[in-house]
């Protein structure tokens, strides 16, 4: 498409009018008036996490090219540069507390909009490329975290990248290799802190801003996805000023949030996997200590590959772990394609109970991970059997209240992968079964579930307020 | 695919076969097949795996010494194996007649037995297979016949055997005898060298100096200690080894095996008459030196030895006590020996170091020893005896008011510090200044047995100048702190103020459009 310039001689105008006689920014401005977002029936909270997603990366960018004016990649200058911005730079200190606490909190709004999206369907047609691009956006920025741990090159992101990576040697046939070029050798070394510098500061944001370039053209292309059962919007939000206002006021928001957690708990908030004391500087010749953990996003699959015995089905534990981590994250991805009824535009309650499940599950996994109620203290370790048995009676608790929310409040009557979820969390936290075998026993459960309903004719309607 | 996911979940391993023996030599292999009268093997799974693994030379030397029958039956063979050693060993067992005789619980009585479990075959337990096999000089291939004469290769007992020491009724009644019979070797230097050229040999004209050899070599009193009390009989290592009897963490063990014994010291009496304690080694282990040593594996604490040597072991009395202590805190010493307390202490005929810190039982030494009142170990002597001195009652005075200074302010700016590094301050400037005042706490205890106000100053002021410092440093930490907060109270209220402003300009766009929307 080209833009007229017969008349680019003409005068007046101001910036816009000149501007606009050369680029043609007269139908943007007109499409912009006109975009309008759907309210009216879900929450619009739900609207807004995109936006916040877009805050935090954008708050990434500013403060991580603050810290690459100070940092400098190497061996003898990492754990330093960042020691010096820290203490020495003024404001140092704000710019990477914000840069640790925007990264978690992107991860936390991404999740959240994503499973937001999950339940509310705004997957189906002819919207899957938005949520395919949102979730490598997702995978992108778990790439963020991980390659963006390591740069500090202290003892914990040390060790910790050195178990994470190591993972990678479960992934059948090409296990070894993937090691090899992720750590640029066989083991951890400076070689792998180059690498993951690359990644972090010019490979990974490059794809991410054309991914998210990507993600918000689908979006202002297609507008954004009207409740389920509605083809348009019943009433509309003017996209701008309205949409955009209310946006910026919760950017605003996010701000004060970012602002006050960068300065009253500038090392995090002291949890597993969420704080970022620089400690010790990394010392490849260390004996690794026990108990370090990766980033609390990794944490379900570091449980999950605890969880699995040395062999299972013929394979390596840990290759049938990261096989199961590759599958559910695969279905993840097809959703909008495994999700037949909402790709009819029809109530799929079984997907929106697969979300609640996922949480539930995903939940289950992180709190084991944490050992909380392990009696863990000092040099004792937590007690795995103590640790399974309190973090059931909290998910079990959590799940009781969520179905009861949804049952009342929803009206949702579709329970059978959160029943199956809890089935298996109690026989492996009140029963003491291995989480495997428990795991085996609600599959079974599942599956028998799901052919009685099948058999019935098909699945409960989803009831909606 | 689930019912086969269970059954894996639930399968039991199935148990592994057992492992293919190897071809074995047929005089071996006769031994290594040799059953029970119940028909069950006599070699377990897991020894014949051991012999299936053993190199070539080794299964020959056994093969060989079963083919001559001194490697004389199965069990013998099964006890051989069972000792996990490394095939080097078990080459030296089966080129060493004695031992393969020896160990054969077929053909030896009990009495004679090596066996790895000496109890259960109700053997000495001096005769210890698996103590015998661990031995320096086994090891060093001296093998029985170094001490016991005659030669590895004998097929039978040479007459000899025996002969080099006393006869049985005597040998065991007066052992005065034990450590010239160790000398034989271990004071011979040009046969030392084969072994160990840095082992010293002058074990013999030591012990002859100390107690142990006074009574035992000059009263042939039986109960005191000779070569074998301390480094034991079959199952002698390298002091180096951590199960030696005289490592420096069993030392304390191996003299409290007598010293500790209040029915094997009765008798014994002090330089000053007094019976000889047996507590010694309880209060070691709850000293500063004993916890060093026994807890945090500190090998250069000192254990029994340390302080009152080992083949030349004395009591260390007042005039060599204090030389003792300052092999290691020399600094000490010298401050002492500069010291007014010297003369006094030489005086009163006191051991030095020994009359402030104790003996076995020495604690780490606080601040709470120093100071002018009676309740202080100064305060408390010196009302004894040193009344009318008014300037050591002000300089103890001074000690304990300077260091109870740095300790207390030490300890307040240290919980400023850790409260601070968990608000993100830089808190690298305090703790150097930290480090600069424990160094100077260190020093100035040390100073105090100069017992002098000067020196003692001199190392204190580094000290006090510090805890200013960080003092200094830890409100400029908070200062920092406070302009943070006021800065993000700002910055929040601006931001507010901008929230409230869009949400204006929003009520207002609305208003409008309602405004236009009327007819």
Known sequence: MSVDTSNIAKEGGGVFGWLDRRYGLTPLVEFMKHKEVPVGVHSMFWYYLGGATLFFFMMQVCTGSLLLLFYQAGESTSYESIRFITTKVPFGWLVRSMHCWSAHLMIISLVTHMFSTMMLKAYRPPREMTWVTGFILLSLALGFGFSGYLLPWNELAFFATAVGTDSMKAVPGIGDFLLQVLRGGTDVSINTLHRFFGLHVVILPLVMVGLVTAHLLVIQRQGMAPPQGHKTAPKGMRFFPDFALRDLQLWLMCLIVLASLAVFLPYGPHIPGIEWELGKKANPLAPAYPGIKPEWYFLWIYQLLKEFPAHFLGMEGSQAAVLLVGLLMGAWAMMPWLDRRAQRDEASPGFTDIGAATLIFLGFLLFKAWDIGGGGIGDKLPDPVLTARICAFWWLGIASVATALRATVLHQRYFLFTAATALQIALHGLLGMQYLAAGGIALVALVIGLLVLRSRGQAVPEVRS | ?519
């Open chain 2, 1 to 519: 695919m689930i019912g086969l996911l269970l059954a894996a979940l639930f399968a039991q391993t199935a148990a592994a076969a057992p492992a293919p023996a190897a071809a074995l030599p047929k005089p071996l292999a006769a031994l290594a097949d040799g059953k029970h009268k119940d028909g069950t093997p006599i070699l377990t799974q897991k020894q014949r795996d051991t012999l299936a693994a053993l190199p070539e030379r080794t299964i020959k030397l056994l093969s060989d010494a079963a083919d001559s029958m001194i490697l004389g039956s199965p069990e013998e063979l099964a006890a051989l194996l069972s000792l996990d050693v490394q095939p080097q060993v078990l080459d030296l067992i089966a080129t060493d007649n004695c031992v393969l005789c020896h160990a054969d619980p077929m053909n030896q009585k009990p009495k004679a037995l090596f066996s790895p479990d000496p109890k259960a075959a109700g053997s000495n337990p001096l005769l210890n297979l698996r103590e015998l096999v661990s031995d320096v000089h086994f090891r060093a291939g001296l093998s029985c016949a170094g001490c016991h004469g005659g030669k590895p290769s004998d097929d039978v007992m040479p007459k000899e055997i025996a002969t080099r020491w006393p006869a049985e009724e005597v040998r065991h009644t007066d052992r005065s005898w034990i450590p010239e019979f160790c000398a034989r070797c271990h004071s011979d230097t040009q046969f030392m060298r084969g072994f160990n050229p840095t082992l010293p040999t002058d074990q013999l004209a030591k012990y002859k100096t100390s107690k142990h050899g006074e009574l035992l070599l000059e009263k042939h009193d039986n109960n005191a200690a000779q070569c074998v009390s301390c480094h034991s009989v079959h199952g002698i290592r390298s002091a180096k080894s951590r199960n030696s009897t005289v490592h420096p963490q069993k030392v304390p063990e191996t003299c409290g095996k007598c010293h500790a014994d209040p029915e094997h010291m009765k008798g014994y009496l002090t330089s000053a008459g007094a019976p000889l304690p047996t507590d010694q080694v309880e209060k070691y282990k709850k000293s500063v030196h004993g916890q060093a040593l026994l807890v945090k594996g500190d090998l250069g604490a000192p254990s029994c030895t340390g302080c009152h040597g080992s083949h030349a072991a004395q009591p260390p009395e007042v005039a060599s006590v204090s030389q003792v202590c300052r092999r290691c805190h020399a600094q000490n010493g010298m401050l002492f020996d500069s010291s007014r307390h010297k003369k006094a202490f030489e005086e009163h005929k006191w051991p030095e170091c020994g009359q402030c810190h104790g003996h076995h039982d020495i604690q780490k030494p606080t601040v709470s020893l120093i100071g002018n009142t009676t309740d202080t170990l100064c305060g408390k002597c010196h009302a004894e005896n040193s009344k009318d001195n008014p300037k050591c009652n002000e300089t103890a005075k001074h000690f304990r008011t300077t260091l109870d200074e740095m300790i207390a302010g030490r300890e307040e700016v240290s919980g400023e510090v850790e409260h601070l590094a968990e608000m993100g301050l830089d808190i690298e400037p305090v703790t150097r200044s930290l480090s600069d005042l424990d160094e100077a706490v260190t020093q100035s205890k040390a100073k105090v047995h100069s017992f002098s106000m000067s020196t003692f100053d001199a190392a204190a002021k580094p000290g006090t100048e510090a805890l200013q410092k960080s003092r200094q440093e830890i409100g400029e930490a908070h200062n920092e702190f406070q302009f943070r907060r006021r800065g993000l109270v700002g910055a929040i209220v601006f931001m507010m103020l901008l929230v409230a402003g869009i949400g204006l300009k929003l009520r207002e766009l609305e208003r409008s459009r309602k405004d236009s929307d009327k007819p």
